[in-house]
Every structure is written in structure tokens, then in C-alpha cells.
């Protein structure tokens, strides 16, 4: 399998921006359906938004409208651009495909929101 790398995360205030990466070395994010997911101690990890191959493009209801997930096909990246971010999206963010996970589960990057 192959890793998947997340970065990006940072601290930021409510109501502030955070753009999220995930490369996996050569794996073609383009041919697969791609997820955002997210992480908080005790809670299970939930989808957060998700891509298909032909761009059609999902997300959970608590982020839709303010998240907004791409990939640049090119380069093999995958990103999530977070706006107008609330406490409650502070989390581990991960990407990975769809079930069944056909990469092996990076570190995550971790999102903070606080004032």
C-alpha cells in the first residue's frame, strides 16, 4: 500500500481559512474516489468531503458550504479549502479513497481553531 501524506493544518482563529494537502507518492488520485476525513480524540473518524473520478464532489452536511475539496491532476494532489472555520472543525484531518481504504492511513494534519 501506499502512504498518504497530509499537510496544512495550522491554528487558526474562528471564522478564519486553512487549505489542506494530500499527496500518496504515484497514485492516481484522478482514477479514484477521494476523501477528506477527520478525527477527534474519542470519536470515531468521520467523512468529512469526498471526490470522484469524474469530479462529482460530496460533504458532510457540517461543512458543506464552507469546505470545498479539489485535486490538481497534474500534480497528484488532493486539497481541501476550509473557510468561515468554527471551534468545532478542529480535528486530525486524514485522506484517503473511499471504502475499501486502498492507502495506508497518514499521520493527519492537525486543525486547531480557537481564539
Known amino acids: 500500500q501506499v502512504d ?3 499537510s496544512g493544518g495550522g491554528s487558526v482563529q474562528p471564522g478564519g481559512s486553512l487549505r489542506l494537502s494530500c499527496t500518496a507518492s504515484d497514485y492516481p488520485f484522478s482514477r479514484n474516489h477521494m476523501r ?6 474519542g470519536n470515531e473518524r468521520e467523512m468529512v468531503a469526498g471526490i470522484t473520478p469524474i469530479g462529482i464532489t ?7 458550504g464552507r469546505f470545498t475539496i479539489s485535486r490538481d491532476n497534474a500534480e497528484n494532489v488532493l486539497y481541501l479549502q476550509m473557510d468561515s472555520l468554527k471551534p468545532e472543525d478542529a480535528a486530525t484531518y486524514f485522506c484517503n ?3 475499501p481504504y486502498q492507502l ?12
Open 97 to 99: 479513497t473511499a471504502w
Open 104 to 115: 495506508t492511513w497518514g499521520r493527519g494534519t492537525l486543525v486547531t481553531v480557537s481564539s
Open 4 to 6: 498518504a501524506v497530509e
Open 36 to 41: 477528506w476525513y477527520r478525527e477527534t480524540p
Open 58 to 64: 460530496e460533504y458532510s452536511e457540517s461543512v458543506k
